[in-house]
Each structure stands twice: as structure tokens, then as C-alpha cells.
């Protein structure tokens, strides 16, 4: 069964840093394609960045500029999400998302139907 915990939220002022972190659990010499959305209150939640913990390049949405930075960690499924001077529009409830699926779908628009597996959501409030 796999689960993704997340950690890192918190209340920030605005221009300061979070450091969101992602851990999925479940099939440990797979790799998969992972990603961060978030969701603002009243609004339509959004991809934010998408990485294959297998290799391979970020992917990011349009909603955000170079202040965030996805990165993992090697052999892990572990992804973390690097938020940098924040802004009050950066505040939402941010979601971890996995597909282990191959060949991986970690490129292009980062959608909400390619990932089955989901975590619960740490907020964010700036």
C-alpha cells in the first residue's frame, strides 16, 4: 500500500523560506514520478512541480516562478519542495502526489489525473 507523508508547513512572514518534504512508501525499488500541488482557499487546486525520483530534469507549472525549487533525494522517494520568498498568494493547503507507473509522465502539464496515490495536504499560510 503506499502512502506519502508530507512535513514542512507552517506560518511563514512574507519573504521568508518553508521547506516542504515528501516521503513515499510502498514500493521501495520503484521509482516514481512525484509531484507538488497546492490549493488556495476558494480556488481549483494546482500543479506546482512535478520530478522523477528515477532521474531526469524538474518540471514546473505556470503559477510559479523560480522562488520554489523541487528537487529529490537519490535512490529515494523523497521529494522536497524549496519555497523562497514567500508571498500571500503562496498560501494554501500543499499536496504530495506519486505515480509509479512506467514509462513515467513527469513531463509537460502537471495534472491531477496522472497521479493515484495522494497525500494529505500540509498548509502553508504566509
Known amino acids: 500500500q503506499v502512502q506519502l507523508v508530507e512535513s514542512g508547513g507552517g506560518s511563514v512572514q512574507a519573504g521568508g523560506s518553508l521547506r516542504l518534504s515528501c516521503a513515499a512508501s510502498g514500493y521501495p525499488n520503484a521509482r516514481a514520478c512525484m509531484a507538488w500541488f497546492r490549493q488556495a482557499p476558494g480556488k481549483a487546486r494546482e500543479g506546482v512541480a512535478s520530478?522523477?525520483?528515477?532521474?531526469?530534469?524538474?518540471n514546473y507549472g505556470g503559477s510559479v516562478d523560480d522562488r520554489f525549487i523541487i528537487s529529490h533525494e537519490n535512490d529515494k522517494n523523497v521529494i522536497y519542495l524549496q519555497m523562497n520568498n514567500l508571498e500571500l498568494e503562496d498560501t494554501a493547503t500543499y499536496y504530495c502526489?506519486?505515480?509509479?507507473?512506467?514509462?513515467?509522465?513527469?513531463?509537460?502539464?502537471?495534472?491531477?489525473?496522472?497521479?493515484?496515490?495522494w497525500g494529505q495536504g500540509t498548509q502553508v499560510t504566509v
Open positions: 520530478i522523477y525520483t528515477g532521474g531526469g530534469g524538474a
Open positions: 502526489a506519486a505515480d509509479f507507473r512506467f514509462p513515467p509522465r513527469c513531463n509537460g502539464a502537471i495534472a491531477e489525473g496522472v497521479f493515484p496515490y
